[in-house]
């Protein structure tokens, strides 16, 4: 399987010049090429087709005095622009037509040199290398001083260059992983997800819920006033900016670092892993959104996935219709309405419930019942 190692760079001023003029030239080309179909269909010529393109906004553009400096960058760069406006297109072609599952895309958007997030990547034909001293050789830019918090387990197919809006650098490299075996368990786990804790086990454990965007609301709150005071277009304000940029990156860092440590902890104590599908986006339109958001629920659910497929492990999405909550796991009956204010309630069979806990005892039932026995039938049958 392949996967994304991130590490930080440190570039020299030098570099960083060279970088912007990259990231600069990358998002011209893609410019031009969306232009150059937006008017080919405005105008009800055919379709211009991926090599035609290149020719137009690249090679011949060189030539161009108004974008001769596009030969300063790496070929590389530009052309992986424009593997991106076609990946884009054909994203939204498969969209329309209904080859593509999930909600629709929308057709590629101008990009602007004010985004938060500027990148660029380089692929093996841009002879990338990582010297004996550690650093990153790029082409036309030089060897980046990179933080290596761990090795590369195989050669990189690509590295993706990344400024992020806080005005740091990032590499990310692109490598293939082999599978790994964790020894096996017979721990199985159930996971109940919410926001007054962050996750509820089945085994009756309650993971906190930090709440980072809470807690850090005051320093955002101040950044954010400090920048709202600045004059547009002055140096101040782009100072403010950085600040605003920094202090919710540090939030985001902090979200991501925890939920890493805690799904990594799950996969190696557990053989399979149940949790609920949760409906993230239809959450975020009641007045939770922001606590939902905090949360980083997706994020975490995603990180379990892709560590169970790498380390052997059983990961089981239940349906998100499924009445965790209101389904006694001693006897199986399912009570009325229960509003988000119960945290306990009793079942007539004489069972007194923790809200959570039995939402968690549930989801491993359930999903140990969809997994599939040896002679490919479910555990227990439908009713």
């Not at 030969?71 to 593997?83: I, N, P, T, W």
């Not at 054909?90 to 590629?108: D, H, Q, T, V």
Request: contains cysteine.
């Amino acid at each position: 399987m392949q996967l994304r190692y991130n590490f930080r760079l440190y570039p020299t001023p030098g570099q960083r010049r060279a970088l912007a003029k990259a990231f600069g030239c990358a998002r011209t080309v893609y410019n031009d090429g969306l232009r150059a179909r937006q008017d080919a269909y405005e105008q009800g010529l055919p379709y211009i087709s991926d090599g035609e393109l290149s020719k137009r906004v690249i090679t011949e553009a060189k030539k161009a005095p108004e974008r001769a400096w596009l030969g300063e960058v790496c070929a590389v760069v530009l052309q992986q622009a424009l593997a991106d406006l076609n990946t884009a297109y054909r994203n939204f072609f498969a969209s329309l037509s209904g080859k593509r599952k999930g909600p629709g895309i929308a057709p590629p958007r101008f990009r602007s040199r004010k985004d938060n997030r500027q990148a660029i990547r380089f692929t093996r034909n841009a002879r990338f290398a990582v010297t004996a001293g550690g650093r990153l050789r790029l082409p036309k830019i030089g060897d980046v001083t990179v933080k290596w918090s761990r090795r590369l387990p195989s050669e990189p197919s690509s590295v993706t260059v990344v400024k992020d809006a806080a005005g740091r650098y990032f590499a990310s490299f692109v490598v293939e992983v082999a599978a790994e075996s964790l020894p096996r368990t017979a721990a199985e786990v159930g996971i109940d997800l919410g926001l007054t804790h962050f996750a509820v086990l089945s085994d009756g454990r309650k993971i906190g819920n930090p709440r980072f965007l809470r807690r850090a609301e005051r320093r955002l709150r101040k950044a954010q006033q400090a920048l709202s005071r600045k004059a547009k277009g002055s140096a101040n304000r782009k100072k403010a900016t950085v600040k605003v940029a920094r202090a919710h990156a540090r939030v985001a860092d902090a979200r991501r670092d925890f939920a890493h440590k805690l799904s990594t902890a799950i996969i190696r104590e557990n053989q399979a892993v149940m949790v609920e599908d949760l409906a993230v986006k239809g959450l975020a339109r009641t007045k939770l959104a922001k606590s939902v958001y905090d949360a980083g629920w997706s994020a975490f659910v995603n990180m379990l996935a892709y560590k169970a497929a790498r380390y052997g492990r059983t990961l089981v999405r239940i349906d998100r219709w499924f009445p965790s909550s209101k389904l006694c796991s001693a006897c199986g009956a399912v009570a009325g309405s229960m509003p988000l204010n119960v945290r306990s309630w009793a079942c007539p069979c004489g069972a007194v419930h923790d809200r959570d806990v039995n939402a968690a005892r549930n989801i491993l039932a359930a999903g140990r019942a969809d997994r599939l026995n040896a002679c490919g039938g479910t555990v227990r049958p439908a009713a």
